[in-house]
């Protein structure tokens, strides 16, 4: 446990890998028990040695310790949500056609439609057994009840956002909070880990919704960097996301911002494929139109509610940690917009 309350955002990756270690060391071990199929048990171990994920297992064990709770309390739940990324990562990879990612070819690019899905499926189930996990380390039922139905609700509003964003391809035409909203469903994954960690920290009715509040405004800022740095197109998958997938919120606000933009940036999303001019023609768009900037706004409004809500907390250095998590996040936007 980090005892340094005054550690600065620079010591932040350390703290989040530190505290999400122990929790990759068994993703492999859950992930593969019971596989007998070699070539099932080959595709799996290519992916956990290839996943990192540091911060679901961390947001769940610091709001766990942020409400008193030991953080090993939460290690299986931080667990679930991380086997549950991997398996929703796969299928979202089918369902956008994306062969690659962060210039590293998928599990769907390796091993093709029909692996990618049953692996993914698999995941999926995997993660539901944690919740096993927790039965037999508790003898609250009422509890162990109340997060299987967040989980259940986690997932209803993760389909939804993929439903929302597959029947907005190619789309500028939408209602002007239609992708936030999407971007906002997308987030109950972040607002489950902290719901559900202050619920095994023992924390009260206010710390567990404060925190599921900070959770999800935490996550939101998360994906708005994800879209602003898609607009930059540094990865070369632009025209890839605009073809098979939402368009990045930064150029939908662009398009809004006056008729001759919408008229330009419909005549490019419109005549694939996408080149690498007409993507640096949208980036200058989003710049001159004002639409970082608007994102930025958007992103400090955000910051403060999930500030706000995280003083419901009583101080501590998870309570600090997370902190430090939300402002190094709008600090990376900041970058980004600036």
Same mark, same amino acid.
């Given at each position: #446990?980090?005892? $340094?309350? &005054?550690?600065?955002?620079?010591?932040?990756?350390?703290?989040?890998?530190?505290?999400?270690?122990?929790?990759?060391?068994?993703?492999?071990?859950?992930?593969?028990?019971?596989?007998?199929?070699?070539?099932?048990?080959?595709?799996?171990?290519?992916?956990?040695?290839?996943?990192?994920?540091?911060?679901?297992?961390?947001?769940?064990?610091?709001?766990?310790?942020?409400?008193? *709770?030991?953080? @090993?309390?939460? $290690?299986?739940?931080?667990?679930?949500?991380? !086997? #549950?990324?991997?398996?929703?990562?796969?299928?979202?990879?089918?369902?956008?056609?994306?062969?690659?990612?962060?210039?590293?070819?998928?599990?769907?690019?390796?091993?093709?439609?029909?692996?990618?899905?049953?692996?993914?499926?698999? /995941?999926?189930?995997?993660?539901?057994?944690?919740?096993?996990?927790?039965? #037999?380390?508790?003898?609250?039922?009422?509890?162990?009840?109340?997060?299987?139905?967040?989980?259940?609700?986690?997932?209803? @509003?993760?389909?939804?956002?993929?439903?929302?964003?597959?029947?907005?391809?190619?789309?500028?035409?939408?209602?002007?909070?239609?992708?936030?909203?999407?971007?906002?469903?997308?987030?109950?994954?972040?607002?489950?880990?902290?719901?559900?960690?202050?619920? /095994? *920290?023992?924390?009260?009715?206010?710390?567990?919704?404060?925190?599921?509040?900070? *959770?999800?405004?935490?996550?939101?800022?998360?994906?708005?960097? $994800?879209?602003?740095?898609?607009?930059? &197109?540094?990865?070369? &998958?632009?025209?890839?996301?605009?073809?098979?997938?939402? !368009?990045?919120?930064?150029?939908?606000?662009?398009?809004?911002?006056?008729?001759?933009?919408?008229?330009?940036?419909?005549? !490019?999303?419109?005549?694939?494929?996408?080149?690498?001019?007409?993507?640096? @023609?949208?980036?200058?768009?989003?710049?001159?139109?004002?639409?970082?900037?608007? !994102?930025? @706004?958007?992103?400090?409004?955000?910051? *403060?509610?999930? /500030?706000?809500?995280?003083?419901?907390?009583?101080?501590?250095n998870a309570r600090h940690i997370l902190s430090l998590?939300?402002?190094?996040?709008?600090?990376?936007?900041?970058?980004?917009?600036?």
């Amino acid at each position: #446990m980090f005892q $340094d309350r &005054n550690a600065n955002p620079s010591e932040l990756e350390t703290i989040l890998k530190q505290r999400g270690q122990r929790i990759l060391d068994r993703f492999e071990e859950v992930v593969v028990a019971g596989v007998n199929n070699s070539e099932l048990r080959s595709i799996l171990l290519e992916l956990t040695n290839s996943w990192g994920d540091m911060f679901r297992p961390t947001l769940t064990s610091l709001s766990c310790e942020a409400v008193g *709770g030991q953080p @090993e309390r939460a $290690d299986d739940a931080g667990l679930m949500f991380t !086997i #549950m990324a991997a398996g929703i990562g796969i299928h979202d990879d089918i369902i956008d056609q994306s062969s690659v990612n962060h210039f590293r070819k998928t599990i769907l690019g390796r091993h093709g439609l029909e692996k990618a899905l049953l692996v993914g499926d698999l /995941l999926i189930v995997k993660a539901w057994t944690m919740i096993g996990e927790m039965i #037999m380390k508790t003898h609250q039922p009422n509890k162990i009840a109340n997060i299987v139905k967040i989980y259940e609700n986690l997932c209803v @509003e993760i389909c939804e956002a993929e439903l929302m964003e597959t029947s907005s391809k190619q789309k500028l035409r939408t209602y002007r909070e239609y992708p936030k909203e999407i971007l906002w469903k997308a987030m109950a994954e972040a607002e489950a880990c902290t719901r559900i960690g202050a619920i /095994l *920290g023992e924390g009260t009715d206010k710390e567990v919704q404060a925190l599921a509040k900070f *959770g999800r405004r935490l996550g939101f800022i998360g994906r708005l960097i $994800d879209d602003v740095k898609d607009s930059f &197109n540094l990865e070369g &998958n632009l025209p890839h996301r605009i073809q098979y997938e939402s !368009i990045p919120v930064p150029i939908i606000f662009a398009a809004r911002s006056s008729k001759k933009n919408f008229r330009k940036i419909k005549s !490019i999303i419109e005549k694939l494929p996408i080149t690498p001019s007409d993507s640096r @023609e949208l980036l200058k768009t989003c710049f001159e139109s004002g639409s970082f900037a608007y !994102i930025l @706004e958007l992103a400090k409004k955000t910051k *403060g509610e999930a /500030l706000r809500n995280l003083r419901l907390v009583q101080p501590s250095n998870a309570r600090h940690i997370l902190s430090l998590m939300v402002k190094r996040s709008f600090a990376d936007l900041s970058d980004w917009c600036l």
